[in-house]
């Protein structure tokens, strides 16, 4: 069993910043990649930032604003939000591709979201 906890949403104003955690655990032999996606209502879940080795990529609209980061010895994953506007609002959900063991195909876990509300 592999489980993914997230933690650091919350409501904040415009131009204030957030940071988001979330933690791998259980059955683990190989992280590939782990990122962050974003769902706001009636819009589809969109992919926000992802870490693959020491390579990232964004979505455009939160270049420069958004910064994610990895720390392997605790299979966690951080996205920093900084000047945040109010159509950052949304559950955020942590997403990790990885590997339980040998001759196990590599798959994809979610996190059970978190809400950012960003509002005056």
């Known amino acids: 069993q592999v489980q993914l906890v997230e933690s650091g949403g919350g409501l904040v104003q415009p131009g204030g910043s957030l940071r988001l955690s979330c933690a791998a655990s259980g059955s683990i032999f190989r992280i590939n990649a782990m990122g962050w996606y974003r769902q706001a209502p009636g819009k589809q879940r969109e992919l926000v930032a992802a870490?693959?080795?020491?390579?990232?990529n964004y979505a455009d609209s939160v270049k420069g604003r958004f910064t994610i980061s990895r720390d392997n010895a605790k299979n966690t994953v951080y996205l920093q939000m900084n000047s945040l506007k109010p159509e950052d609002t949304a559950v955020y959900y942590c997403?990790?591709?990885?590997?339980?063991?040998?001759?196990?195909?590599?798959?994809?876990?979610w996190g059970q979201g978190t809400q950012v509300t960003v509002s005056s």
């Open positions: 997403n990790v591709n990885l590997i339980r063991d040998l001759g196990i195909p590599n798959r994809d876990y």
């Open positions: 870490i693959t080795g020491g390579r990232t």
